[in-house]
T-cell receptor
Framework: GAVVSQHPSWVICKSGTSVKIECRSL??????MFWYRQFPKQSLMLMAT?????????EQGVEKDKFLINHASLTLSTLTVTSAHPEDSSFYIC?????????????FGPGTRLTVL | GENVEQHPSTLSVQEGDSAVIKCTYS??????FPWYKQELGKRPQLIID?????GEKKDQRIAVTLNKTAKHFSLHITETQPEDSAVYFC?????????FGTGTSLTVIP
């Protein structure tokens, strides 16, 4: 149990285009989902926290108009990178908290590798 | 926000020896401290966690200690094996956000 999937696993796009990444909790309801960005050989940087049915809370320095987050249901959150540029190339990982297990443990998706040309 | 520092950034040990990774945090409201193991290109995997009402927790070869007064917690891996080689991240959370340390690349030399 507690499986989180992400789609796509790898995407290459041209500079200026937008890319949508989906994060799904497959076998549990996730009231809270987290989005992270990870550059090579670096740590996970929290970008935003999204709660089902409400606006995401963005970390300082993360542009909310560039990284659009939608948490439309208890099993799906999406991250849209708008007008992507090469510096947005990174590994994007989502995680979800299982409402049934309490407020602590989070389960990670497999990540999405974004390459912007 | 929370600031989590992690040391060392790299660690090499001989197989069978112990490995210790230390983290400090800044937000006294943090009360949940998980440790994750991440292999290259894969998702982080939770290996052990501890809550603020506990000072120590052990699971086979892995243990975590927490000192809330000093705001630091440590991961201890005993009898290390080559398959323990990976990047390890600590994290601190007050329940709403998770903040990760900078990671420790552990290499276990056979």
């Amino acid at each position: 149990g507690a499986v989180v999937s992400q789609h796509p696993s790898w995407v290459i796009c041209k500079s200026g285009t937008s890319v949508k990444i989906e994060c799904r909790s497959l076998d549990f309801q996730a009231t809270t989902m987290f989005w992270y960005r990870q550059f090579p050989k670096q740590s996970l940087m929290l970008m935003a926290t999204s709660n089902e049915g409400s606006k995401a809370t963005y970390e300082q320095g993360v542009e909310k108009d560039k990284f659009l987050i939608n948490h439309a249901s208890l099993t799906l959150s999406t991250l849209t990178v708008t007008s992507a540029h090469p510096e947005d190339s990174s590994f994007y990982i989502c995680s979800a908290r299982d409402r049934g297990r309490g407020r602590w443990e989070q389960f990670f998706g497999p990540g999405t590798r974004l390459t912007v040309l | 926000g929370e600031n989590v520092e992690q040391h060392p950034s790299t660690l090499s040990v001989q197989e069978g020896d112990s490995a210790v990774i230390k983290c400090t945090y800044s937000d006294s409201a943090s009360n949940y401290f998980p440790w994750y193991k991440q292999e290259l290109g894969k998702r982080p995997q939770l290996i052990i966690d501890i809550r603020s009402n506990v000072g120590e927790k052990k699971d086979q070869r892995i243990a975590v200690t927490l000192n809330k007064t000093a705001k630091h917690f440590s991961l201890h891996i005993t009898e290390t094996q080559p398959e323990d080689s990976a990047v390890y991240f600590c994290a601190a959370s007050s329940g709403n956000q998770f903040y990760f340390g900078t990671g420790t690349s552990l290499t276990v030399i056979p």
